[in-house]
Nanobody, 114 residues
């Protein structure tokens, strides 16, 4: 399974970004699609994910600011990020789980700075 993420960049505090990830696998086989992030010197942590059935899960730190959406027909998962804060700065990784196996994208850097 291959994942291709895009959409990172530099944005000022309070700004917005949209991350997108397309997978080579059929979405119908992917139990979970989502995003993790890793800040410098820190471990990789869950940002948000979505099950095939549509259940979503968010880290407390992004609730109300980030929205995950999954398009099973297009094999994509997107992350709309609003009201970005400097502490959101990290490398964001697309993640899918297929038949109990985890797959990761290459990571896209999001920098929130004035």
């Amino acid at each position: 399974v291959q994942l291709q993420a895009s959409g990172g960049g530099l944005v000022p505090p309070g700004g917005s970004l949209r991350l997108s990830c397309i997978t080579s696998a059929n979405s119908f086989s992917l139990h979970t699609m989502g995003w993790y992030r890793q800040a410098p010197g820190r471990e990789r942590v869950l940002v948000a994910d979505s099950t095939y059935g549509g259940t979503t899960n968010y880290a407390d730190s992004v609730k109300g600011r980030f929205t995950i959406s999954r398009d099973n027909d297009k094999n994509t998962v997107n992350l709309e990020m609003e009201d970005l804060k400097p502490e959101d700065t990290a490398v964001y990784y697309c993640h899918v789980q297929r038949y109990g196996i985890d797959y990761w994208g290459q990571g896209t850097l999001v920098t929130v700075s004035s």
